[in-house]
């Protein structure tokens, strides 16, 4: 009985543990961290990922560290790698805020679009387009979903000639949502770097 005792301690010492280092890393980088500090990130929720204690937020923290190294990063052999990377931490999300999950997957087949757009825009733009719109139906007030959209809005319309005039209002929501954020972390927060000089 003892022994069993002891074992659930220290179960439950591990679980907050990897709990307490997952809000670290959250806070880090939610908090538009540099390229090497971005990197470091990275290499932390890579040892969370193998240690048997991952979640939902884990693989999506590191789809989106991959992302924003692939967006970078001007090597394009190290952009793939990275691309690659994502789409695998990405099938294994399991659970999780469907609203989250479906804008994370609508930012990776946004980047995949970047390595070939002639060949992939008409491809994959749909499904862009379609998780983004999913993302939103689920939550419509999802400052990620809302910006994400936007910006690849903006510029299929600009490849076209066009204007995607519900830029400015979109991303003015969008903003004004990222400032009265009231989530808890770990869950996502990140969007501020979107908007530069005006924080």
Not at 36 to 65: F, K
């Amino acid at each position: 009985m003892k022994t069993i005792i002891t074992f659930a301690f220290s179960l439950i010492i591990m679980l907050n543990a990897s709990a307490k280092s997952l809000d670290e890393i959250a806070t880090k980088i939610n908090a538009q961290p540099s390229i090497p500090q971005l990197m470091e990130i990275r290499a932390n929720l890579e040892q969370l990922c193998t240690s048997g204690d991952a979640n939902w937020l884990t693989h999506y923290y590191m789809v989106y560290a991959d992302l924003c190294l692939f967006f970078s990063s001007n090597e394009e052999k190290t952009k793939l790698n990275y691309l690659d990377d994502a789409k695998a931490h990405l099938a294994k999300i399991a659970d999780g805020d469907p609203s989250e999950v479906e804008a994370l997957r609508g930012y990776w087949y946004m980047a995949l679009v970047t390595t070939n757009q002639a060949e992939n825009g008409p491809k994959y733009s749909p499904i862009v387009i379609g998780c983004y719109q999913k993302a939103l139906k689920i939550n419509p007030e999802n400052p990620r979903a809302i910006l994400l959209n936007a910006i690849f809005m903006s510029n299929m319309q600009k490849s076209f000639g066009g204007v995607y005039k519900e830029f400015n209002d979109d991303m003015k929501r969008a903003y004004e949502l990222l400032q009265a954020s009231a989530t808890a972390l770990p869950n996502p927060q990140w969007g501020m770097e979107f908007f530069g000089n005006q924080q």
